[in-house]
């Protein structure tokens, strides 16, 4: 049977900001960071562009591909490959109201040409995978953008760098807010959808994240369903969120047990550990976490996702079968439960 495989962003080690207080951990050097990965059980590293290539606005695209090459020796080093590469828009002054969809065009150019440098990271790195996270694509006020033309830029963007390299995939990560009040393409449907109005659909697949779903309103599991049954789940950020406010990046299962054991019921019935894909686990650490003890969020969720895979795989199956047979559905969730509590 195939292992899960895992990763993580380097933004997952983090100083612990919030929009209401300073950092309250020293910053973990980069290189420090990747020493983490394999001693946590990591394989897979999650790239912003400029976590690979920090100086990018200010480099060349030659020297951009080149710097990539030179990291991905470092991931070498270590045992890691890299698993995709997201043009991290959202913190520069030109993506100040969006990029692919901002009202400026010079704001537009910048970031088209950007996504297309992602591409040459993602080759340098050896993946052949684009994350988009629309984050500032969308509004605060609906009247300040052209909704219907948003979404042909989005449209307009992927194919660009669809037609820029032939192998690269790009897989959208849906949100429904923050940061901004309304972001265009909230949930995996719309994802998919847009897919279908490229050049080349079979190369736009999804990334489902456990609370950006929620915030959305919607079921994880039923999500990562939608998209597994068109062979366009790509990736997950799995992580939970307690209820409908900020998205609080909080351990696996540590709100919602229940609801994490459907979101790893519904990856082992479409065996997607055999798909070679990986379980990103896009994690933070509380606030209060001491610095010496600021991992624990991570390898914490990865036990409990293991120990869910054991809790799917063992919930005894005629059980299941007799309960829905006999439309007794009150036995099967009182089954569950007790599975559950062990
Ligand atoms: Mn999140």
Redesign the pocket.
Known sequence: MAEYRFSFGPWNIHEGADPFGPTVRPTVAFADKLKIYKKLGFDGVQFHDDDAVPNLENMTPDAIAKAAVELKKVLDDEGLVAEFVAPRLWENPKGIDGGFTANCPDCRKWANERAKRCVDIAHGLGCNMLVFWLAREGTYIRESKNAIEAYRQIIDTMNQVLSYDSKITIAVEPKPNEPADHTYVPTVGHALAIAHRTIDPSRVGGLI?T??AQLAGLDPSDEMAFALEQGKLWSV?L?DQNGLKF?Q?KTFGSANLRGAYNQVRVLELANYAETGRFIGL?VKAMRTQKAEVAEKHLSNSREIFLRLVEKVRTFPKDVEQQCVRNRDYEALELAIINHLLG
């Open positions: 994240e609370a950006h950020h992580n998205d990046d896009d």
